[in-house]
């Protein structure tokens, strides 16, 4: 037995927030709720199906009211946590610090003429016929596509998060990406 097998139970005594908690990722901690609140010996889903029953439904709405009470205390903990990362985007912005809004852009500038060096570099091998260099870089392509992927990676996020920080400013919303996004759009179509 699992907390999926009491969730339909629950739902059908009337709870259908913390029913729907119980067969979900977060049943463990619904049912040390449910368990509490129906006077359970122990808060296994054995020993709160057992006590169902026997209990009444007030037990059964006191516990409704405290599961949504937790979500709600995780939705202010989490709606605090933005507001903060909010105000810290802000003061970057605002900031007058030079290093502050030069990294970014002296890493994009560095990292375009590494690739150009490169290819200097691999024109001028053939260029002269000289293939110890270009097996070399051959033998090392692995590393490179690697070094690579990584660095253009972080240019990148720097790209995306750059324009949500410029959109925040304007705006002084927090701006969705791209993962923000597609979460929104599975949850809409469930």
């Known amino acids: 037995m ?15 927030i913390l029913g729907t908690a ?21 808060a ?28 709600r205390a995780e939705a202010e903990a989490a709606r605090g946590s933005v507001a903060e990362t909010q105000a810290t985007i802000r003061a970057e912005l605002s900031s007058q610090d030079l290093f502050q809004r030069l990294w970014r852009p002296l890493y994009a500038l560095e990292l ?7 290819w200097v570099v691999l024109v001028h091998e053939f ?18 596509v690697s ?7 972080v240019l990148g996020v720097y790209v995306s998060g750059r324009t949500r920080e410029k959109l925040c400013l304007a705006t002084g919303q927090e701006t969705p990406g791209a993962f923000d996004k597609l979460v929104k759009a599975v949850a809409k179509k469930k």
């Open 127 to 144: 260029w002269t016929g000289d293939m110890t260099a270009i097996n070399a870089l051959i033998g090392a392509t692995g590393l490179l």
């Open 2 to 16: 699992d907390w999926g097998d009491i969730a339909k139970q629950v739902i059908g005594l009337g709870a259908p």
């Open 44 to 71: 296994t889903p054995e020993a709160v199906g057992k006590a169902l029953p026997t209990c009444g439904a007030e037990r059964i709405a006191q516990a409704e009211n405290t599961w949504a009470e937790a979500v």
């Open 22 to 42: 119980l067969g979900g990722p977060l049943g463990g901690a619904a049912g040390r709720i449910l368990a509490e609140a129906v006077g359970a010996s122990d």
């Open 112 to 118: 375009t003429l590494e690739c150009a060096a490169l």
């Open 147 to 153: 070094y690579w992927g990584f660095r253009f990676g």
